[in-house]
């Protein structure tokens, strides 16, 4: 099997941050490429992060290669502050 790039965007949050770990333990992977609005924790040879803006797609969506996309974006009403912040 040739080994394969996973991108995730949205890796800070509980489920994001659980993927990455799991798909760094994958032998099918041989880098995690990870999208994220803050540094992460995460230290890990396989592991590629970036810093990007999520409303400017455009500045990193050069950097979107791989086999494999995991979306992981997504928040609670609460931290929102509202239903339209949660949409956005």
Do not use: C, N
């Not at 099918?28 to 400017?56: G, M, N, Y």
């Amino acid at each position: 099997m040739t080994p394969q790039t996973a991108l995730v965007i949205g890796a800070t949050g509980l489920v994001g941050h659980q993927l990455v770990l799991l798909l760094l333990q994958e032998e099918r992977f041989s880098r995690v490429k990870i999208f994220v609005r803050r540094s992460t924790a995460i230290q890990h040879p396989k592991l590629e992060q970036h810093l990007v803006d999520f409303e400017d797609v455009k500045s990193w969506a050069s950097l979107l290669h791989g086999q494999v996309l995991f979306s992981a974006l997504g928040t609670t009403l609460r931290k929102a502050g509202s239903k339209a912040a949660q949409y956005k």
